[in-house]
């Protein structure tokens, strides 16, 4: 019995299946490398202060976005990219700069935000469960991403005393209160964006 025709059939095989992998992976680089450049594109949404070298931008509502909308791993993964691309040069951060700024370890505390949206994007309520149920759902979102944002500061402080050296009450006026109440609208707005299905 002649069986030569059944190494061919295993050896097409092989391809068609790992054709999936590779759409998933290629779907995966997109999505990853589409939060970076959000990250990159809204934080340019800036404005300077004379008594800071931290600008007030749209970068935190982008990690957040990012993270509540791709997950969790998927916006660390896109924190990660947008730094890496600070770090290496690439015109990435507020007013198309670059570089290890003092302000980089609030870039840093992006990754700690969008880990925890991706747990708030992932909080939903399943259709009639109920008012009550939605509105626990909305209040865990909400208080989940402002405890992301808050995440925000603590290497972004860190990183800013190390490279001022300044003392920490200047360092608060300089890196924490100006941006308190900003912050706190763009937690609530980031809670209002929903996950595709197709991203769960």
């Given at each position: 019995m002649n069986t030569s025709p059944r190494?061919?059939?295993?050896?097409?095989?092989?391809?068609?299946?790992?054709?999936?992998?590779?759409?998933?992976?290629a779907r995966?680089?997109?999505?990853?490398?589409?939060?970076?450049?959000?990250?990159?594109?809204?934080g340019q949404i800036a404005l300077p202060l004379?008594?800071?070298?931290?600008?007030?931008?749209?970068?935190?509502?982008?990690?957040?976005?990012?993270?509540?909308?791709?997950?969790?791993?998927?916006?660390?993964?896109?924190?990660?990219?947008?730094?890496a691309a600070a770090a290496l040069g690439a015109p990435v951060l507020a007013g198309w700069n670059s570089?290890?700024?003092?302000?980089?370890?609030?870039?840093?505390?992006?990754?700690?935000?969008?880990?925890?949206?991706?747990r708030?994007?992932?909080?939903?309520?399943?259709?009639?469960?109920?008012?009550?149920?939605?509105?626990?759902?909305?209040?865990?979102r909400v208080g989940l991403m402002l405890v992301a944002s808050a995440l925000v500061y603590v290497p972004g402080l860190v990183w800013l005393k190390a490279a001022t050296g300044a003392s920490w009450g200047a360092v608060f006026a300089m890196g924490l209160a100006p941006f308190v109440i900003g912050d706190l609208l763009k937690s609530f707005a980031a809670a209002l964006l929903p996950r595709p299905t197709a991203l769960r």
């Open positions: 190494p061919a059939a295993r050896v097409q095989a092989a391809p068609a299946a790992a054709a999936p992998r590779v759409r998933r992976v995966e680089a997109a999505l990853i490398t589409g939060g970076a450049a959000a990250i990159a594109l809204i004379p008594f800071t070298p931290v600008p007030v931008t749209l970068g935190t509502l982008a990690a957040l976005g990012v993270g509540g909308v791709l997950g969790s791993r998927r916006g660390l993964a896109a924190v990660a990219l947008f730094a570089g290890v700024t003092a302000s980089f370890g609030y870039v840093l505390g992006y990754g700690l935000a969008a880990l925890l949206a991706g708030a994007g992932a909080t939903s309520v399943s259709r009639g469960a109920g008012v009550m149920a939605a509105l626990r759902a909305s209040a865990v």
